[in-house]
């Protein structure tokens, strides 16, 4: 038991560090890649919130993998059909921000900005 709380705080611990350096690393490299290579606005737009949802995605798995967390989900199926549609965290974190930007690729958000 101890042991399984000590691999949960050295995990957290990296994977703050992961979050922090892979912003880092998405803001200076593909960000601008992705400005330089695509002129128009919208498309460009388009291809960055692709890249940020597989880049959280990535993320999530990471977290997984070390065992930081355990997650399932019912019925993401029905949400991907659809277009135009409005999803609320009832008690929306940062890790709720995430996990919605990571599924639903292409998501647009808005957070509070306390979060």
């Not at 803001?27 to 919208?42: E, Y």
């Not at 498309?43 to 355990?70: E, I, K, N, P």
Request: charged letters at 20%; proline letters at 1%; a positive charge.
């Amino acid at each position: 038991m101890v042991l399984d709380r000590g691999w949960r705080l050295v995990g957290t611990g990296l994977s703050f560090a992961v979050m922090g350096i892979g912003g880092l690393i998405l803001s200076l490299i593909a960000a601008v890649g992705v400005r330089l290579a695509i002129r128009d606005r919208q498309r460009r737009a388009q291809v960055a919130r692709r890249l940020v949802s597989r880049m959280f995605r990535a993320f999530v798995w990471f977290m997984a993998t070390v065992g930081v967390l355990r997650w399932s989900i019912e019925g993401l199926e029905n949400w991907q059909k659809e277009r135009g549609y409005l999803v609320l965290a009832n008690h929306p974190t940062l890790i709720d921000v995430v996990f919605l930007i990571a599924l639903l690729e292409g998501a647009d958000c808005v957070v509070k900005a306390g979060v």
